[in-house]
Each structure stands twice: as structure tokens, then as C-alpha cells.
């Protein structure tokens, strides 16, 4: 359960992108908040044959950038360290093909940047 105002805003986030991609992208969410000593997914979902790593990222004020902006290289590489350890963990869905999405959620509404980078998970994606 979220402690601090900015837990629950990031967990109000993660729930309504999940909804979108719900709505949208026919997703079927296989683990929430994926956690291991090198990082975390937020979402880990599945659109049909592909696996998807799901970073979601809310900002209220945008004085400092869009949340998109905020996935830099060592975000990326924290998401892909736990992208490996999930498919080390769930072997059976080790042969799919993945598939790395950014959710932006601010003020002006929620924006789903699909395929928002490349990396190696390890799985020849």
C-alpha cells in the first residue's frame, strides 16, 4: 500500500495506464511492480505474442520536463536489468518477443509511447 503522496500518485498512475492499455492495446497484465535488486517494471503485460515492459511515469508540474524525459540511459538500464530478471523468472515466456513501453501521465493527459526504446534482454529480442 502506497505511504507518501507521491506513492499514491505513482500507483494512481500505473492504474490508469494500465486501464488505457487495457483499452487500447488489448493488454493482459502478468505482474505489477516487478521488483529485483537492479531495478523494476512497473507493469509487465502481454498484447498478444508480445511481451511488454511497461515503465510508467507521472509528473504534475512541468516546470522540469515531460515525464517521457525522465527515461534516460540508466533508467533504461535499470528496466532492462529487471526485463532479464522477470524472463529468467518466468522461463515460459522467455521465447516471446519484448517490447519496451513508456506511459507519460501529467496534466495534459496520458500519452503511450509503444516500442519507446531498444534493449537486450538477453532473449534475442
Not at 93 to 104: I, K, M, S, Y
Amino acid at each position: 500500500m502506497p505511504r507518501t503522496a507521491a506513492q499514491r500518485a505513482g500507483a494512481e498512475a500505473e492504474e490508469r495506464a494500465l486501464k488505457h492499455l487495457r483499452r487500447k492495446g488489448r493488454h493482459h497484465c502478468l505482474a505489477r511492480n516487478f521488483r529485483t535488486p537492479g531495478g523494476e517494471v512497473d507493469l509487465v503485460t502481454l498484447e498478444g505474442e508480445v511481451l511488454v515492459f511497461v515503465e510508467v511515469r507521472a509528473r504534475t508540474r512541468s516546470e522540469y520536463g515531460l515525464p517521457e524525459e525522465t527515461v534516460g540511459p540508466r533508467k533504461r538500464q535499470r528496466l532492462q536489468r529487471a526485463a532479464r530478471a522477470y524472463l529468467a523468472s518466468n522461463p515460459d515466456q522467455g521465447r516471446r518477443r519484448c517490447r519496451f513501453d513508456v506511459v507519460a501521465v501529467d496534466g495534459q493527459g496520458l500519452r503511450w509511447i509503444r516500442d519507446a526504446f531498444q534493449a537486450d534482454t538477453g532473449q534475442g529480442t
